[in-house]
């Protein structure tokens, strides 16, 4: 169970949930590995996916018109096995939520391509979903791969 967390819930870490269950849909693993997303922040909670972001996932035939963004919470950290933000501030607010990182769940996208310590790029300031695409494409490859090497 995989947790894609970002500071909204409506561009980085919904690209991340849906460009990883098509991955995982895709190799015949949607029974094995589950994902979601989620926001550290209460800003976006309820509304759908950025337009730009839909639309670039709608460019490799991903649909999302049921995600709506919703708040990271308690209880996640026992419900999923990873808990991966795009970048530190995140990882930073899961900390605080969750006293710590007890059980080493928490870690950034691009630390599973080799990327250690690298952000996924936002595109809220820049408008640059390819790049933040890129990232994420990157990332949920080296995750899935981290993964089949699990099961």
């Not at 991903?62 to 808990?83: G, P, T």
């Not at 900390?95 to 928490?106: Q, T, V």
Request: glycine share 8%; proline share 4%.
């Amino acid at each position: 169970n995989v947790l894609f967390v970002c500071l909204g819930n409506i561009c980085r870490s919904p690209m991340a949930e849906y460009i990883f269950r098509d991955m995982v849909k895709k190799r015949g693993l949607d029974g094995k590995v589950r994902c979601a997303s989620a926001a550290v922040s209460s800003e976006e909670i309820g509304n759908p996916v950025y337009p730009p972001a839909k639309r670039k996932l709608l460019t490799l035939g991903i649909r999302c018109e049921d995600k709506r963004a919703r708040q990271l919470n308690r209880k996640d950290y026992a419900e999923y096995d990873l808990l991966i933000g795009m970048e530190n501030r995140h990882l930073n607010s899961m900390r605080r939520l969750y006293n710590g990182d007890p059980d080493g769940k928490i870690s950034l996208l691009l630390d599973h391509c080799g990327r250690t310590g690298q952000e996924v790029a936002d595109p809220w300031y820049t408008d640059n979903f390819d790049e933040t695409w890129d990232d994420v494409l990157q990332g949920c490859t080296a995750l899935l791969k981290e993964l089949r090497k699990a099961l």
